[in-house]
């Protein structure tokens, strides 16, 4: 028999204060410091490996002494359509789900003085640029019944940590306040709250859960650059880069008494959203050699990426005892930085006359060198940078790429792997990534239209809720991106 509590709300919200400062983790670092091949239809066709080849305004990011390699000034503008498929396994169960996301991947204008000359000194390049290096488009939908419930989550968390129970009154308001609220844990004496234990109205056997993610944003990069030529040998290049990102997650977990274990509950719903957004700055800087007509070696260096952030968080719980929705007025906000680790890309091209070309970019990342720092209330982040420095590890990513010319059309294709960014005690440490793409393009002297598809498959482990028992379930996530982009040389 369920005991009344004093005051029932029928709208019941947590919005996250200083609780909440520790959502931001590991995987959150992880995940806003990641960028793939975006930008341009023949940058994403070719996989991204432009370090030594330049003269595309979507390979600027890899290497600024792309710029250096132009003879033209240039505009581009680029379209581009996303989708993302999940299939998931989870305790026997397969679920899939899929979203389509259309976007602006990139536009941008380069500038070229030549010098007349070709020796010494033969063009200077000034240029800006506008990609879009990542889309955040996961939609995750998981299904299984088995015995383990996010009630006993709230009900292990309603006690301190000498074992005695927390007043209602005391407990967090976003998470086992909001559980006790709708009845999912109870307790049968008020008055006297130490003399009894919370406990579960969910009954113990089999329950179904459904668990959904819906995310979305982006990552993209203003690139204002600058790149020379010196006797058509040495390029050079130098850029300074604002970034915006935007993250947008929604997460529901349902749990339903699908075989009428008790008379009193029914189901359960728990949701929570959280949206970052913020902006940061970089720099790269990048030099390609000519030794020999045919070869080309590239080398680039990209800072760490600055970020000022902040989260927006809201939780909301209901249950068939009583059915609410969040206040849209209990949003919370918190600040906060993140550092992204820098990176170091060689690379090496082959261009075979006017028939074609291949190329290799080897990246480096230290992704244990990620770092949180300046909490809005003076948080110092020291156990979740601690936990980043024990995760993760030194990752090396391989970018490939090739172009078959016919006269003025062109044909593309590359290859990524992308090396799993987890120690190998890790249970994601067999977390790498690899891409296929290939593309299309025509191109005369004043004008090109390309085309290019991008993709990216990745196998991950993920849990429902962080609790003892609970088992992962195995997702495996498809993004496929296409660009289209037309171009005007002058």
């Keep these: 028999m369920i005991i009344m509590k004093k005051i029932i709300s029928i709208i019941i919200a947590g919005f996250l204060a200083t609780v909440l400062i520790y959502s931001q983790n ?156 709708v009845y999912v844990i109870d307790t049968a004496y008020f008055d006297d709250i130490q003399d009894v234990d919370y406990f579960s109205n969910v009954p113990p056997g089999d329950i179904q859960k459904r668990n959904s993610l819906d995310i979305s944003g982006r990552n993209t990069e203003w690139q204002f650059v600058f790149g020379a030529n010196y006797s058509n040998l040495f390029y050079f290049g130098a850029s300074f880069s604002i970034h915006s990102l935007f993250y947008d997650y929604q997460s529901t977990h349902q749990e339903i008494d699908i075989y009428d274990l008790s008379e009193n509950f029914n189901d359960f719903t728990f949701t929570l959203q959280n949206e970052t957004s913020g902006s940061g700055y970089s720099f790269k800087i990048g030099a390609i050699v000519k030794p020999i007509q045919p070869l080309r070696i590239g080398f680039s260096f990209h800072s760490p990426v600055f970020y000022s952030l902040s989260d927006k968080y809201i939780t909301s719980m209901s249950s068939n005892y009583i059915t609410g929705s969040a206040d849209p007025n209990g949003w919370k906000n918190y600040d906060y930085d993140l550092v992204t680790p820098s990176k170091i890309v060689s690379s090496i091209g082959i261009q075979f006359g006017k028939i074609g070309l291949i190329s290799v970019d080897v990246e480096n990342i230290n992704w244990d060198r990620m770092r949180f720092r300046n909490g809005g209330d003076g948080h110092d982040y020291y156990y979740e940078n601690q936990d980043i420095s024990d995760i993760y590890k030194n990752a090396t990513n391989i970018r490939t790429g090739g172009e078959f010319r016919l006269g003025p059309f062109a044909l593309r294709g590359g290859y990524n792997y992308y090396g799993s960014a987890f120690e190998k005690d890790e249970e994601n440490k067999a977390s790498d990534y690899s891409a296929i793409s290939g593309g299309i393009g025509f191109r005369q002297e004043s004008f090109f239209v390309d085309a290019g598809l991008y993709q990216l498959i990745h196998k991950e482990k993920y849990y429902i809720y962080d609790y003892q028992g609970v088992e992962p379930a195995d997702l495996k996530m498809i993004n496929t991106r296409f660009i289209a982009t037309v171009g005007l040389k002058f």
């Design 26 to 181: 590991q995987m959150d670092a992880l995940r806003f410091s990641q960028t793939y091949p975006g930008g341009t239809a023949r940058n994403i066709s070719m996989g991204g490996a432009f370090g030594s080849l330049g003269a595309d305004l979507g390979g600027l990011s890899v290497n600024p002494a792309g710029a250096g390699v132009y003879r033209k000034s240039e505009f581009t503008f680029s379209m581009g359509m996303d989708k993302a498929f999940t299939e998931s396994k989870f305790l026997g169960n397969k679920s899939e789900e899929f979203n389509y996301k259309f976007n602006v991947s990139n536009f941008g204008l380069i500038g070229v003085y030549n010098s007349g000359q070709e020796k010494g000194w033969v063009s200077t390049s000034f240029g800006l640029t506008y990609n879009r290096n990542n889309n955040f488009l996961i939609p995750i939908n998981i299904e299984g019944v088995d015995e383990n419930s996010m009630a006993d989550y709230f009900l292990d968390y309603s006690y301190n940590s000498e074992g005695f129970m927390i007043h209602p009154e005391d407990l967090d308001e976003y998470y086992e306040r909001l559980a006790f609220d």
